[in-house]
């Protein structure tokens, strides 16, 4: 099993910043990979940015010049630093890490969520 404890969501204004944590802890499984999700209100769920293990990421086409993900695998930490921050980045921002058991299974798993509301 994984745990996922987030940190980080919060209001902004318009151009700030935020910065969001997510620490998995297992000790079963294996961290193939960890992203951020969002979701607002009528909208669909989507990828924000992902890291796998050999460090590549993957963001999202509106976010690709202004949020950076990075890992500290030791810790099995995601961070996702989201600067310029627009009003339509408002949503619930969600972890996600996907992992491999000892025995091989593959799992999914998801944090609580965080909000993060900017103003304009």
């Known amino acids: 099993q994984v745990q996922l404890v987030e940190s980080g969501g919060g209001l902004v204004q318009a151009g700030g910043s935020l910065r969001l944590s997510c620490a998995a802890s297992?000790?079963?499984?294996?961290?193939?990979?960890m992203g951020w999700y969002r979701q607002a209100p009528g909208k669909q769920r989507e990828l924000v940015a992902a890291?796998?293990?050999?460090?590549?990421?993957n963001y999202a086409d509106s976010v690709k010049d202004r949020f950076t993900i990075s890992r500290d695998s030791a810790k099995n930490t995601v961070f996702l630093q989201m600067s310029s921050l627009k009003p339509e980045d408002t949503a619930v921002y969600s972890c996600n890490a996907e992992g491999t058991s000892i025995f091989g299974s593959r799992r999914t798993y998801w944090g609580q969520g965080t909000q993060v509301t900017v103003s304009s």
């Open positions: 890291i796998t293990r050999d460090g590549s990421t």
């Open positions: 297992t000790s079963t499984f294996i961290i193939n990979a």
